[in-house]
């Protein structure tokens, strides 16, 4: 157990639909990226937020969004979901800056059907 | 720009032989980190190593062990005596502060195949 948490393991939806995943770091981490790894490709940085602010974006699409909460758990919301949005998605997450690495959570599988 | 080059797309050999991945990194930053990550089938990352480009020291751990060249910007990565337990994708990736802010950036990875 890595200590970040990510709900659900798995999820199966329809395309157009709307779904939450959800990141708790690590105790006494403050920071919390998200990753895209669609079938067979490597790892795409989404987003990272720092003690509740955004503080970097990637290549994350419109029709995606992040928050993180006081209590520091963060929540990715995908809408409008397509077939290419089916992919593992990992939480990752950091004291501070992650220049020195970060704990990767199990990651969430989406399925759009 | 930084960016992970990991050339090798899929290696397979025989369980016993020893295997090494290559990594390439580019990056304008003179304090910079690098990892590697494993992927077993089941998905999750597994962390099994950091460097900081300040130590150029050579690492083993058991059957694996890294070779950092700055000289040639590479982070190789070597199994000796590889068992079917080995076979996952492996991610070779770099951290560091110019342009990237501290995120990770991943190579494509190597799909390795430990045939028994």
């Known amino acids: 157990d890595s200590g970040v948490t990510q709900t659900p393991k798995h999820l199966i939806t329809a395309t157009g639909q709307r779904v939450t995943l959800r990141c708790s770091p690590r105790s006494g981490d403050l920071s919390v990226y998200w990753y895209q790894q669609s079938l067979d490709q490597g790892l795409q940085f989404l987003i990272q937020?720092?003690?509740?602010?955004?503080?970097a974006k990637g290549n994350i699409l419109e029709r995606f969004s992040a928050q993180q909460f006081p209590d520091l758990h963060s929540e990715l919301n995908l809408s409008s979901l397509e077939l290419g949005d089916s992919a593992l998605y990992f939480c990752a997450s950091s004291v501070a800056e992650a220049l020195s690495g970060y704990t990767f959570g199990s990651g969430t599988r989406l399925t759009v059907v | 720009a930084q960016k992970v080059t990991q050339a090798q797309t899929e290696i397979s050999v025989v369980e016993k032989e020893d295997v090494t991945l290559d990594c390439v990194y580019e990056?304008?930053?003179?304090?910079?980190?690098l990892f590697w990550y494993k992927q077993p089938p089941s998905g999750e990352l597994v962390f099994l190593i950091r460097?900081?480009?300040?130590d150029e020291q050579n690492e083993i751990s058991g059957r694996y062990s890294w070779n950092f060249q700055k000289s040639t910007s590479s982070f190789n990565f070597t199994i000796t005596a590889s068992q079917v337990v080995d076979s996952a994708v492996y991610f070779c990736a770099l951290s560091d502060l110019l342009d990237s802010n501290y995120q990770l950036i991943w190579g494509a990875g190597t799909k390795l195949i430990i045939k028994p």
């Open positions: 460097r900081n480009s300040f």
């Open positions: 990056t304008r930053d003179t304090t910079y980190y």
């Open positions: 937020y720092y003690n509740g602010e955004e503080r």
